[in-house]
């Protein structure tokens, strides 16, 4: 637990530039491992948002009534059956899935990062476009419309899911 507790907290404690450069120039340097900045900026996004997502799990578990926990023991289910079919669906209705989707679109922002080891993203292929062309208004403001809408999307995407987990709170 104690390890649990300190990966947490390493990774909500440091912005997510610190950690690529950490891990891209000291750890696998000091661990002789060789690995691209599109990997390094992968296994950290994925390290990064484990830490947050298994927060809001928690959290959206803590959530619900733990009254939901006896009524399922009480009719003889046992403890991953109650988790599985009565805690972890009202959590993912009420806390997890609204959460999780704002971390995807916090996800899909902090990609713009990435360009400090070296992983080709956005940024460097607008910035490119700028250098040559001696202008940036344009490419930058294509740059923010690409991200408006690829956060839209997202947007879109887990408010569909929303909806269709609603239909079972209906009574008709």
Known sequence: MAFVAFYVGLFRGTPMVVQLLVCYYVLLPLLGAHMTGVQVSMLVFGLNSGAYISEMMRAGIE?????????????GL??????????IPQA??????PTLGNEFI?????TSVVSFVGA???????NYIGTNSYEFMVPY????????VIVLLISLGIKLMERS???SDRRN
């Open 120 to 126: 080709a993203d956005l940024y460097v292929a607008f």
């Open 78 to 87: 046992s403890f991953s059956v109650t988790m599985i079919k009565i805690v």
């Open 106 to 110: 916090a996800l899909v922002k902090e």
């Open 165 to 167: 987990l609603k239909k």
């Open 63 to 75: 959530s619900v009534d733990p009254g939901q926990m006896e009524a399922g023991r009480a009719v």
């Open 141 to 148: 403001l294509v740059m923010a419309l690409i991200y408006i």
């Open 92 to 97: 993912v209705k009420k806390i997890i899935l």
